[in-house]
């Protein structure tokens, strides 16, 4: 497929928030789209922890007040003023996230074919709803027909592009971005260190850590991450180690009182970012993800971390290659998380050579540039080779 370096036209993008991270990566799009970025967002983070942003550098960002309804399995949003939004701008392409909780997002996809213009779902592949095993037939045709409203999916990995795929997404219409976060505080911390090793040891002696191996978790502490099984994993593991946890969030106080109950050897740091991140993420010998996430994975791999991830996003079947930069668990069970770790830190000097390969693959295969140059692509192969992208979403 061709490449392309720019794209001309004005893009929209629909988001429930504009996390830190994200940030970085809708300011390095608009570098490479001459005709406009515009951003629209909800004011209010949707899960707890979520640090957020409300201004961008290169792209118009334009805050949104976010609606919540009912909660859990019947859970819903409503952004305001979203069709007001577009209307304004009206957009070359629109890019949404593919989320058909987002109601707000109907009258988008509707005003946008009024216009006979593209409309792109970004996701991780089909939402697994918890749901009775007789309902499983009519949830995959609910798919299938939300799926048919976009001109193109772009899938955080290959397992949300297969995902997209057996809902009946066509192949040629479904692009992988590799989700990917900025490398710039791990180059300049890595350059830091280098000038002045001890750096790293004045780190360490600051926050009361010990030469024992360091295993890290970063992310934020809800159930869904599952911060307990690790510390309960790590409570009965016969080698000598040190467990830093990364974040803030509504079970920060149960986890303290859970790693007191078990005499685990733990620190809890809080919430970090920028330079103070980047030493804790340099100081950590191992990072484990043994719950929901992904971004974090990727992030301990700049820093040239070995990993071990459970369920995470999708994206740890592309990031961890097994016995190579990391290990895979089995979600929920504590007993093989705490063999798989306590293997892991009886050769150091491997994990060390594991957590080169960890970089490599972030630096060759999964980057910030790979990832903003998919969407130019996507942007560009649905402005050029749709003669009418509204076919695309009529009902079979």
Known sequence: MKKYSNYSGKVAIQQKVVSDYRAV??????????????????????????????????????????????QEKVYSLWQKNFTSWLKRHRPDVLLVEANPRILSNYQGYRLMKKWNRPVIGWGLGSLDWDIPVWMLSARKSFFRQFYKCFDLMIAYSNKGADDYIACGVP??????????VCAENAERTKEKIEQNPTLVEQFKKTNGFSDKPIIMFAGRLIPSKRVNDLIEACSVMKSDYQLLIVGDGPDRLKLENLAKKLHSNVRFLGYQSGEELAFSFSVADLFVLPGSGGLAVQEA??????????????TQTDLVREGENGFHATLGDIPALSQTINESLKHR????????????????EFN????????????NFVSTRNENPAEYCKSD
């Not at 707890?48 to 009912?70: D, E, I, R, W």
């Not at 000097?349 to 060759?364: A, D």
């Not at 910030?368 to 942007?379: D, G, P, V, Y």
């Open 368 to 379: 910030l540039n790979i990832m903003a140059q998919t969407f130019i692509n996507a942007f």
């Open 171 to 180: 192949k040629e219409r479904v692009f992988i971005a590799p989700n990917s």
């Open 301 to 314: 791999m700049i820093y040239g971390k070995p990993v071990i991830v459970a369920s995470a996003d999708g």
């Open 25 to 70: 990566f809708f300011e390095r799009l608009a570098e490479s789209c001459s005709g406009g970025v515009e951003v629209f967002a909800g004011d209010t983070p949707t899960e707890p922890g979520t640090q957020t942003v409300n201004h961008l550098h290169g792209a118009n960002l334009y805050n949104s007040k976010n609606l919540h309804f009912l």
């Open 349 to 364: 000097s491997r994990l060390s050579e594991m957590g080169k390969e960890s970089r490599r693959i972030v630096t060759e």
